[in-house]
């Protein structure tokens, strides 16, 4: 009986072990698979705090010139940050790819936005966007026929505005 | 020992139980983060075989209209396929997303793209992109003012130009 219960102890510890490593693998997968997900692009610079509140992280993909006329950035938000009200003279899509974000034009409801969602934003619409209270969110910004204008930064969303979600 | 050998063998069932739910666990996540690179966008229609060789699929994310002229499509190409030769009257940038793929500008050598990559692509320049020999490939196609044109296309890359890489 001594035998059986070494040899038990024994299944015990191999499978003690063998399990701490099949774990420390799935969390390998997952921080891989983050990393997949979150570092398609690099995150870029600092977002300015002028026209933002809290942090986000900006990369240019795309600077703009007088042939293609159009600007693309990666656009990272840490939870509960936003940019301030502004206005796209031309418009601008936002392409999203991961976590949980906000968007709200002047006048209506916070909409909520998940990855796969694509928003057009008509020239001349106030409206902001930014990441969700909990939730990180990053979203592709394309800013299009720039020879009309890029942007007007306007007031910072405050956070009872923030709040009424 | 009777209890000590039970006991030996209940730990050793416990822990064959908890490995396969952890090991359940690790391919759900490995499944889910899949998903997330890979699924961003619904895969969309397959892309239409008059201009592309091999297996590839369309999303549009953004159709045309007169006031943004932009049309935004996520395109998935399986290993080997490939648009054919075209030229946008416009231009086009591709946003690289997952996987590898291959671009070329007529007279100039196959470039290899990777996620994170992207590729502004002038007015007028002949050119093709799809997926390597052996990998899935996966890009953002942005046209931008579409009001000068979008794409006029042209004569299949055949196996002797794609294998010229």
Known sequence: MRIVKNTGAKIAAVLIAFLFQITVKAQTMNTNSNQNTTSVFPKGDLAPPEY???TAWVKTLVANDDTLTT????VVFEPGARNNWHIHPAGQILICTEGIGYFQEKGKAIQTLHAGDVVKILPGVEHWHGASHTSRFTHIA?????????VNWLMPVTDVEYSNK
Chains 1, 2 share one sequence.
């Open 142 to 150: 394309i800013n299009v026929n720039t020879e009309k204008g890029v």
């Open 71 to 74: 600007i693309i950035s990666n």
């Open 52 to 54: 933002f509140t809290g």
